[in-house]
């Protein structure tokens, strides 16, 4: 009898376990213009492409909800954007505000409020109270590797070190994550990043992001997919997939 309640007891955590566990899609974006190359979209293209996650049942999840452990199912998606492209303003009140989406934006600082094409400290700390949160791209949007530390160790260290510091100046606000320009990092990158205070930090690898974020194999190495012009197609199939899959596992109980 004891033995039989001891089963019951392992499943009943199992269970619980799988339930309490999620994961997440993480799509990587740069700009909103609408223009001829490959990593950009229309307004009405990015539109398109978020009514079309919503219809496969997925939901939108913030980078707070994350670290809450707000999370749960395998339907789940966060929209980060890199850059700090102006055109982010081209979608956030149509379809970011209006799906209720709280993305990451990454920003590399060294161009913020500089150039015609950047978004600047005002629109970000504006951004910020709306809750959207803030990521580290580097400062001048380096490939932040074993071969700029060893060439050019003072312009590695700036990469890491300044991004995070003029961006907690500027919003009086921890910057706790960052995502490698190019998806381009060693392991002195991230021994760095430790060093710096980052306490998380996205790749390009293609996987599912775990919640808790202490159930992935490497904080450091988070994934995440780029969405481009000319993957889409097979994102939204692998969206798709994992969407069909689901609903035969809920079938099969």
């Not at 909800?65 to 149509?94: A, F, H, M, P």
């Not at 161009?111 to 709306?130: A, V």
Request: net charge positive; aromatic share 14%.
């Amino acid at each position: 009898m004891r033995t039989f309640l001891g089963i019951l007891l392992l499943v009943a955590l199992s269970v619980s376990t799988c339930f309490a566990e999620g994961r997440v899609i993480v799509l990587c974006y740069h700009s909103f213009l609408g223009e001829n190359y490959d990593t950009d979209f229309s307004p009405e293209e990015f539109q398109n492409q978020i009514k079309a996650m919503k219809s496969l049942g997925y939901h939108f999840v913030s980078f707070q909800d994350i670290l809450s452990n707000e999370v749960t199912g395998s339907q789940n998606i966060l929209i980060t954007i890199d850059d700090g492209n102006r055109s982010v303003k081209n979608i956030y009140e149509s379809v970011l505000k209006e799906n209720e989406i709280q993305p990451i934006l990454f920003i590399y600082p060294g161009i913020t409020g500089k150039m015609h094409y950047s978004l600047t400290f005002h629109d970000l700390k504006n951004y910020l109270k709306e809750g959207v949160t803030i990521g580290a791209h580097g400062y001048t949007h380096e490939f932040v590797n074993q071969k700029l530390y060893d060439s050019n160790k003072k312009s590695f260290m700036r990469e890491i070190y300044q991004s995070r510091s003029k961006l907690e100046r500027s919003f009086s606000s921890k910057i706790a994550i960052y995502a490698y320009p190019f998806g381009s990092f060693s392991q002195i990158t991230i021994d760095t990043l430790k060093k710096a205070g980052f306490e998380y930090s996205f790749s390009l690898k293609h996987n599912f992001l775990k919640v808790p974020l202490a159930e992935n194999e490497d904080p450091y190495n988070l994934p995440r997919y780029m969405v481009t012009k000319s993957n889409w197609k097979g994102v939204f199939s692998l969206l798709k997939k994992n969407g069909v899959s689901l609903a035969k596992a809920k079938k099969r109980e």
